[in-house]
């Protein structure tokens, strides 16, 4: 059974940064496609960004060249870099694995002044 546990969320003011990390325990992890989603207050459920087991990453628009997904193989982690955070990114925080469709409890990512 794959078990995901994320860390690393807060409060950060705008322009500001977080990482995010996502700790996985069972499986093969190596292979697995990994994700991170968003789900804001009164918002749908949104896919940020993912990670294949070759290293390919995919990004939703809204976060191009802000965000950087990554993964450590040794460590079965994966990590999402967050950059000039703004208010718009302001919610709950999800690490799932695509391949399992494993999910994690959730961080909560607040930006505010």
């Known amino acids: 059974q794959v078990q995901l546990v994320e860390s690393g969320g807060g409060l950060v003011q705008p322009g500001g940064s977080l990482r995010l990390s996502c700790a996985v325990s069972?499986?093969?992890?190596?292979?697995?496609?990994m994700a991170w989603h968003r789900q804001a207050p009164g918002k749908q459920r949104e896919l940020v960004a993912t990670?294949?087991?070759?290293?390919?990453?995919n990004y939703a628009d809204s976060v191009k060249g802000r965000f950087i997904i990554s993964r450590d193989n040794a460590k079965r982690t994966v990590y999402l870099q967050m950059n000039s955070l703004n208010p718009e990114d302001t919610a709950v925080y999800y690490c799932?694995?695509?391949?399992?469709?494993?999910w994690g409890q959730g961080t909560q990512v607040t930006v505010s002044s």
């Open positions: 990670i294949t087991g070759g290293f390919s990453t």
């Open positions: 069972g499986g093969i992890f190596n292979f697995y496609t």
């Open positions: 799932n694995c695509r391949s399992t469709n494993s």
